[in-house]
């Protein structure tokens, strides 16, 4: 049984990992664990060009051009005065510790001594400080970097057309604005420091060990390509291994945002073991990659720790011979020793970052895929219209959200300024798709759609949304207040125009009886509210805008009877004078329309008023009669 479900579980985002979610009705049909897995695992487990997320990076730093100068600057001093700290260590050793018969007097040597140690606390302290200085400024251009990335992260996803949201999960989305920019910034505040000095360490180290004996010097840059290799061939394997850990995050993000906020379907389906099996295997995924990416990451700093360690002893014995048989000074072997743990330390230091660096990277790497995204782009020059009247038409329209599959054939309408077009018909009909189009969410495929006689494409996107009003059959309203939340239709609108919006939509009655009436704050996309108060909330945000062009997807979906009598009379007034498209599976919304659709299967089988469509005895009658009945 185990094996079993493994194996379903392997197979569900196997396939999703490979397979587009489909979509209807603008929705994503697989917006989910699906979409989610697709976009998580990607096509490849494989790591993208590392050079070029690098170069992306330091593109970020580079903003803070005149800090990250200073920071190299005090690196620099940092470097060269350990260096000179330890060179110093030479002279001191051979003139005061070492015995000499010349120079025998203790009083002398221990003054000497003394000196020699305070110049080199001297040293060392402009090193301390030089250091500390670094890592201040290094924070403060990481944080630049990570506030930069994250505002063009979000500025991006502003740009991206509807179908990215269809498409991909909500969770892997916030996975990147959270895990993927916190693995970049952890890299940026401590790693990124490291390798800037341990760089400058090595190059002024190895110019220091040739000038104190190039034999010793030699020896320990021979075992440079040793450690070279073994961190080639380690980082080779730990790429994808972070790579694929990355991206299992994002998965079992998703998944977790999706079941959480859809807590009330999990329960009440009865499904909480079908979750709790997904999320183990979810979470299996993940720390089986952990393991791998760790252990990866972790052998690094071991093989390199004793590859510095082999190099460390074998400088100690040669050095020894040269003492003994060459007469090399036991101050300039001391310090060439020290040399060789100064030029081991940072790769041994940047080994042990490994994991820290890999998992930057494969984030990213992740957040450099939603900025190369395209972005919504008009087809040709679009122009901003003197006004809108609403005069809409729709001429042989066909339009499918994946190439191979048309969702609407040849649809054609007309509606003029004022009147109220109704579309009915199954769902999956394609209603919500043309207000989609209407929306430009999405541009057709085939056939036109012009508005007051100008195409749709050409009128610029902006202008057109500002100038449609819409509520949706999902509510969402945003952290704020009530009268906050209504003004989003119409950002200039005074309190008094806020309250007669909510009048029209049949809110201000409920809203009165809060507890802070207008002034009570929402939180959570309103969950103080029931699902009729936050769907009258979204109708005075739409009976507060100007917007020529008005559209309710199933706008009353979600409210009684009774409400809806009291909001289908406010909304006569509301769509006076206003090119108003209606969705409705109530037929009661829609008898008052100008004109009804009758959609099945993308296309429009039948039209005419509610008289008319009744006389026709055809599908309208029987949906009609079919409600009337359940009714």
């Known amino acids: 049984m185990e094996q079993n479900r493994q194996e379903r579980l392997a197979k569900k985002y196997s396939n999703y990992s490979s397979a587009g979610s489909e979509s209807k009705g603008g929705m994503s049909i697989g917006k989910g664990s699906g979409a989610m897995a697709r976009n998580a695992i990607g096509k490849s487990g494989k790591p993208k060009n590392v050079i070029k997320t690098i170069g992306k990076l330091f ?5 803070e051009r005149k800090l990250l100068i200073a920071a190299v600057v005090c690196s620099i001093i940092n470097t060269v005065s350990t260096l000179t700290a330890s060179y110093m260590l030479r002279p001191v050793m051979n003139k005061f510790l070492y015995y000499d018969e010349n120079n025998s007097d203790l009083t002398d040597r221990l003054v000497g001594l003394a000196w020699g140690i305070a110049g080199m606390a001297l040293v060392y302290g402009i090193s301390i400080f030089t250091q500390w200085l670094q890592q201040r400024i290094m924070l403060a251009v990481s944080q630049r970097a990570l ?4 505002k063009d992260l979000y500025n991006k996803l502003q740009t991206l057309p509807i179908r990215y949201f269809d498409t991909n999960s909500i969770g892997d989305i916030m996975s990147r604005f959270s895990n993927d920019v916190d693995a970049v910034g952890e890299m940026l505040n401590t790693t990124l420091i490291q390798i800037i000095s341990g760089a400058i360490t090595i ?4 110019f220091l060990m040739m000038y104190t004996n190039w034999i010793l010097g030699l020896i ?6 040793l450690l070279m290799m073994a961190s080639k061939a380690i980082l080779k394997y730990g790429r994808s291994a972070y790579v694929k850990q990355q991206k299992n995050l994002g998965m079992l993000n998703g998944f977790s945002e999706e079941t959480i906020s859809g807590q009330k379907v999990v329960k009440v389906f009865n499904r909480e073991d079908i979750a ?16 791998r990416a760790q252990f990866t990451s972790g052998i690094m700093g071991p093989v390199t720790h004793q590859l510095c360690n082999i190099s460390f002893a074998i400088t100690a014995c040669v050095g020894a011979i040269l003492v003994v048989k060459r007469g090399f000074d036991y101050g300039g072997l001391t ?3 020290n040399y060789t743990r100064n030029f081991n330390r940072p790769i041994n230091d940047i080994s042990m970052q490994m994991n820290t660096i890999f998992s930057a990277l494969a984030g990213a790497e992740r957040v450099f895929d939603v900025m190369e995204e395209e972005p919504e782009r008009d087809q040709c020059e679009t122009r901003k219209l003197d006004n809108i009247k609403g005069h809409v038409i729709l001429d042989n329209v066909s339009f499918g959200y994946t190439p191979d599959i048309t969702v609407l054939h040849n649809i054609s309408l007309y509606a003029k300024p004022g009147q109220k077009i109704a579309f009915v018909g199954s769902t999956g009909a394609g209603k919500t798709t043309v207000t989609n189009l209407l929306s430009r969410f999405y541009d057709i495929a085939e056939g036109t759609i012009t508005i007051d006689g100008v195409p749709i494409e050409q009128i610029d996107r902006g202008f057109l949304r500002s100038n449609i009003a819409m509520v949706l059959q999902d509510t969402h309203l945003f952290t704020g207040t009530v009268m906050e939340n209504i003004r989003y239709g119409r950002l200039d609108a005074t309190d008094e125009e806020v309250i007669e919006a909510a009048k029209v939509a049949s809110a201000h009655s409920f809203i009165s009886n809060l507890e802070n009436g207008y002034q009570t704050m929402l939180e959570n996309d309103g969950a103080n509210l029931s699902q009729g108060q936050r769907q009258l909330l979204n109708i005075a945000r739409a009976a507060i805008s100007k917007a020529p062009i008005l559209i309710l997807d199933e706008a009353t979906s979600s409210v009684d009877t009774r409400t809806e009598r009291h909001i289908e009379e406010g909304m006569d007034a509301l769509m006076e004078d206003r090119t108003t498209f209606v969705i409705a599976h109530r037929l009661s919304t829609v008898r008052k329309s100008n004109a009804i659709m009758v959609l099945e299967k993308g296309r429009i089988v039948e039209r005419g008023t509610h008289e008319e469509l009744l006389e026709m005895k055809g599908r309208y009658a029987d949906l009609y009669h079919e409600i009337a009945e359940l009714d």
Request: aromatic share 10%; hydrophobic share 40%; charged share 20%.
């Open 59 to 63: 593109r970020y730093l580079s903003r």
């Open 147 to 150: 506030m930069y990335m994250r």
């Open 203 to 206: 190059v002024g180290t190895v």
């Open 220 to 225: 320990t840059i021979i075992m440079t390509p």
């Open 276 to 291: 709790i099996d997904e999320f183990e295997y979810l979470n299996n995924q993940l720390c089986e990659s952990q393991i």
């Open 335 to 337: 310090i060439s020793i």
